[in-house]
């Protein structure tokens, strides 16, 4: 990423921030499953989920160099907080029984889960922020087995391994139903997509954004230019805890099920490969390697499901030896190569 | 950009679904675990639905019959869900299958009762899952059928009058533990204590220290397959808990055939209660065991059992109905359906949907150089106990 | 007579012990290099699947065929180094996070393909069966096996290190790798060889494994975390930190486990983070 010579930081960040053909290009091409693959739409609202928790680790692992794995905690409580909140609960009060009407309605289960999800990562965000390189690792992958097994626990809360029963979630906007061939959860999942990429990438693009690529390149260094790194990488933390709890919230309200697999290790350690994949520090890795991954996933379940892992490790293995930036710094370095025949 | 675009159209031109499915194929969707934690389960119940499609040719009733498989991965409801929706609405698939555990079950319960397609649900083991859909039919077990069995038997027959149980804390070992101690009770025993161990518990000392600590009479055991069920039979032995004077009884899981081959002589004594093993006598399992043997090189278990019998019942229904493959006639035809599994007798009662078969009580015994559940007690027709 | 509970903590010890002598090559590796190898549990299941298969398809004594475990570890890491991570010595923590784990998701792979995602048994010899009855207590025969085998690799780990002269050579380039380099030491061979060492050591911790915990196709990454755990907590580049790490997770689990079993699996992960928080570089680590 080169930065003019002569200029100053605003003309710098309001380069960045102009819309780039080819972003245009990639958010109209969201729109072609409905013509294209409409049978396929199920797997495209999963897929908008997974870019958008995915997005919210680029926050932290690319933007601010913190490597987490154990961020799927967050989409966990944004998964069940959804889905909890849809729930109709009777229980006993001074004598009477008194029912607690489940809150279904999709919108006010999106605010829920970010407000769940984002107390957590302000509460957590304290303990992280301290910690660079494999302390850090240890410490975010400690978090997220906890959160993994307070879940798995508190079965009375969350149907433990059996998954969350009753989950009952009102028809959007109160007119479209969640239905089988899943137009209604695309429209959905990539609507709020496109709403929160708007905020974070007026976010990168903006000094706060700045400041988290210093930290990430000198952790050390940046107090003393006066940017406070642990009050920094604690905002980011948070932030990123919130969009995580709404994309978990999403994947709860377009499927009615909430179960360990959103909360649990796989789920960190999948999005950390996916993000990778398609280069951290990118805004639109996360989105690409979302891409990628899960369709990859899905053509493996129908063909060679067992090789799965044999082909994700060697496709692991590839990128980090190879395409260090992830497919899009890949492409970008093409992109610069042929630019500059 | 470009590289995901032609990407994409190249997936498009590969995967454009074809001409409809033509007028003679019954397309049956497997849904299960393929990969991750619980392969091996898919993989045994995979081997049941092959060995049934061997012996009995792919056409039925003038009908060809076509498997999909799909991988969930894991207990991913969100996972089973979507591909419950892609084989019914992409694949036109007329029947879904598989499910290796409860979580894939209920996702996809949604999908066959809004499609009205038979869901037969070949392992998942918790009682809920056949209220979720008027279209899922179990050919498999659950585990308070089995649970309440034992505690009845351990307390009448069994004769033990105290008893303290272990089990996983999950679901199913819950289950486990609520139905044996209410059958228990109910048949006159007393609980003198319970203690839940933590799902992925490598070592047992603990626990069985503080079931020692009470002088038991019988123990009731749960955990989940895999290594665990060696690991606590060698755990008991550790402890100097001799499975010859105290009653330890479990389901079927804690004593299968890798595990008891790997306690050796500290299992035998081991009571179990539990709806099939290998070494069960019949002529029809005999049978069975031979040819699984001869297609596979391994015994049969429970989950190849339950893919089997789910791969006859969808046969034996589809010619009843003459091919009519839509949900409403082969759940009609299916109801109430008899016949001689592997297992010994079964049925699916006609009320609930659900598994009715023989519960047997076993205790490992070495056999030449084998160790074996021997068969010492049948209790017949056992329903499941939580229908209403 | 004893109280049950020593009988318990005895049990503790020996699964600590376990847990050391399959971490103990992960954390000099990590202190020594810098790199983070989470592909350390897969020599560990290579280290199980020899034993599993000496023992049952060939009839080999159980004892003899810890050595090869060892070995068969050790030669497997020498390749994985030379050929794929001495190229990521340098890399961010991510990266090297990244190639690890994917070498590990191979073996996972493989070893399903191999040898089925089946449970391996494993019959270990008469004398290791049974326990020792004394003072009212028991002590399993095979944990006590476990504990010495875990004293002689401390041992000889700990006489290495102090006596010898590569062990010397370790030591000067884990505390400071140029200035090593700089007095005409061989940081490449010292690495490669203390690297063989750590995964061998990792093999014959599988093979032990199996009577314990159990073997299948997922061990690779089931037990990485309990290794992590041990490692972070006792301090990257310390063998000191690793066995006393190993003891405490491994005590407290078992304790916690037998006095608050609502508690369960928690204690640990909390342990580690109150640990890591306390001292971020482990209890007794360098950094």
């Excluded at chain 3, 006590?144 to 002689?152: C, E, T």
Aim: charged share 15%.
């Amino acid at each position: 990423m080169t930065v003019a010579a002569t200029g100053s930081a605003q003309t710098y960040l309001k380069g960045q921030s102009r819309w780039h053909p080819l972003e245009i290009a990639f958010w109209l091409a969201t729109l072609l499953p409905y013509v294209l693959f409409p049978d396929y739409l199920s797997l495209a609202s999963q897929i908008a989920i997974t870019a958008l928790f995915a997005l919210s680790l680029d926050l932290i692992l690319g933007y601010a160099g913190v490597v987490s794995l154990g961020h799927a905690a967050f989409f966990g409580i944004g998964a069940y907080a959804a889905g909890i909140l849809s729930k109709t609960f009777t229980f006993d009060f001074l004598g009477s029984t008194v029912t607690w009407p489940g809150l279904g309605e999709p919108a006010l289960g999106l605010v829920f889960a970010a407000l769940m999800a984002g107390l957590a990562g302000y509460a957590t965000s304290f303990i992280v922020a301290r910690f660079r390189h494999f302390t850090l690792i240890m410490i975010t992958l400690g978090i997220g087995l906890i959160a993994e097994e307070i879940a798995n626990r508190a079965h009375w809360l969350t149907g433990g391994s059996d998954s969350l029963q009753g989950i009952n979630i009102s028809n959007l906007l109160g007119v479209f139903r969640f239905d089988l061939y899943g137009y209604t959860a695309y429209t959905y999942s990539l609507a709020v997509l496109f709403i929160v990429f708007l905020g974070v990438r007026r976010l990168v693009n903006s000094p706060f954004g700045l400041a988290l690529r210093g930290i990430r390149e000198n952790w050390v260094r940046m107090p003393a230019i006066g940017a406070a790194s642990q009050a920094h990488v604690r905002l980011a933390y948070t932030i990123a805890a919130t969009i995580a709890g709404i994309a978990g919230a999403l994947l709860t309200q377009t499927t009615q099920t909430a179960a360990l697999g959103s909360i649990n290790f796989g789920r960190s350690a999948d999005v950390v490969v996916m993000l990778v994949l398609g280069g951290a520090g990118r805004l639109y890795g996360g989105l690409v390697g979302a891409a990628i991954y899960m369709v990859a996933r899905d053509q493996f379940s129908g063909i060679a499901p067992q090789f799965w892992f044999f082909w994700i490790g060697l496709m692991l293995i590839c990128v980090v030896m190879f395409l260090p930036n992830g497919v899009l710094g890949g492409v970008s370095a093409i992109y610069r190569r042929w630019r500059h025949k | 950009m470009n590289r995901f675009l032609v990407s994409a159209a190249l997936l498009a031109a590969v995967l454009a679904p074809g001409a409809a499915s033509a007028q003679d194929t019954v397309k049956i969707g497997v849904i299960a675990a393929y990969s991750g934690q619980f392969a091996d389960t898919a993989t045994q119940i995979d081997n049941g639905i092959k060995l049934y499609m061997k012996q009995h040719g792919d056409k039925v009733a003038g009908k060809k019959i076509e498997i999909i498989r799909k991988d969930t991965g894991g207990p991913n409801p969100d996972v089973a869900k979507r591909l419950a929706q892609e084989l019914v609405v992409r694949d036109k698939v007329d029947i879904l299958a598989g499910f290796t555990l409860t979580p894939e079950a209920l996702g996809a319960a949604g999908v066959a009762q809004e499609a009205k397609k038979l869901m037969m649900d070949m392992n998942a083991a918790t009682s809920v899952v056949t209220e979720k859909s008027d279209y899922i039919v179990r050919s498999s077990v659950t585990l308070p059928q089995i649970a309440s069995t034992a505690g009845n038997w351990l307390a009448t027959k069994g004769g033990a009058k105290k008893a303290y149980t272990m089990v996983s804390d999950f679901g199913p070992g819950i289950d486990a533990e609520t139905w044996f101690q209410k059958a228990f009770k109910a048949a006159g025993g007393e609980i003198v204590g319970s203690v839940r161990m933590p799902i992925a518990n490598p070592d047992f000392s603990a626990f069985i220290q503080k079931a020692k600590d009470l002088s038991p009479e019988a123990i009731f055991v749960f955990v989940p397959g895999g290594a665990q069920p060696a690991a606590i039979g060698k755990a008991f032995a550790e402890r100097q808990i001799d499975p010859k004077k105290v009653k330890i009884m479990s389901t079927g899981e804690a004593v299968d055939e890798q595990a008891v081959k790997a306690m050796g002589d500290v299992a035998v004594g081991r009571l179990s209660a539990w709806h099939y093993d290998y070494n069960h006598k019949s002529k029809t399992n005999e049978a069975f065991v031979k040819a699984f043997n001869a297609e596979f090189k391994r015994n049969p278990d429970f989950f190849a059992v339950g893919g089997y019998d789910g791969m006859h019942l969808i046969y034996e229904a589809l010619k009843k109905t003459k091919g009519k493959a839509d949900g409403d006639s082969l759940v009609g035809a299916i109801k109430g359906m008899k016949w001689d599994s592997p297992r010994g007798p079964a049925m699916i009662d006609p009320a609930t949907r659900d598994i009715v078969h023989n519960v047997y009580i076993r205790r490992v015994e070495k056999v030449g150089n084998n160790y074996v559940n021997v068969d010492i007690d049948t209790v017949k027709d056992v329903k499941d106990p939580t229908h209403k | 007579m004893l109280p049950p509970v020593i009988g318990v903590l005895f049990d503790g010890l020996a699964y600590g012990m376990l847990l050391f002598v399959l971490s103990v090559g992960l954390s000099v590796t990590l202190g020594l290099m810098n790199f983070v190898n989470l592909a350390h549990c897969a020599f560990a299941m290579l280290g199980g699947y020899v034993t599993a298969t000496l023992v049952n398809d060939y009839h080999w004594p159980f004892l003899a065929t810890l050595p090869v475990a060892f070995l068969a570890a050790a030669a497997a890491s020498v390749f994985f180094e030379r050929t794929l991570y001495r190229r990521l010595y340098g890399a961010s923590d991510l990266d090297q996070v990244l190639l690890t784990i994917g070498l590990a998701f191979m073996s996972v792979a493989a070893a399903a393909y191999i040898f089925g995602t089946v449970q391996q048994p494993i019959r270990t010899p008469e004398f290791l069966r049974g326990g020792l009855s004394a003072f009212g207590i028991t002590l399993g025969y095979y944990r006590l096996f476990l504990v010495g085998v875990a004293l002689a690799v401390t041992l000889l780990l700990v006489l290495g290190l102090e006596h010898t002269r590569f062990g010397a050579m370790v030591r000067a380039a884990v505390d400071n790798h140029r200035m090593a380099r700089g007095l005409g030491i061989n940081v490449g061979i010292t690495f490669a060889i203390t690297f063989a060492l750590g995964s061998g050591l990792a093999g014959l911790g599988g093979a032990l494994a199996i009577e314990v915990v159990g073997l299948d196709s997922n061990f690779a990454l089931g037990f990485l975390v309990y290794v992590l755990i041990i490692v972070a907590v006792g301090g990257l580049g310390s063998i000191t930190g690793s066995f006393i790490a190993a003891i405490l997770i491994g005590v407290s689990d078992i304790a916690g486990k037998y006095y608050a079993p609502e508690f369960g699996a928690f204690f640990i992960y909390v342990v580690m983070v109150a640990v890591l928080m306390w001292k971020p570089a482990g209890l007794f680590g360098k950094r």
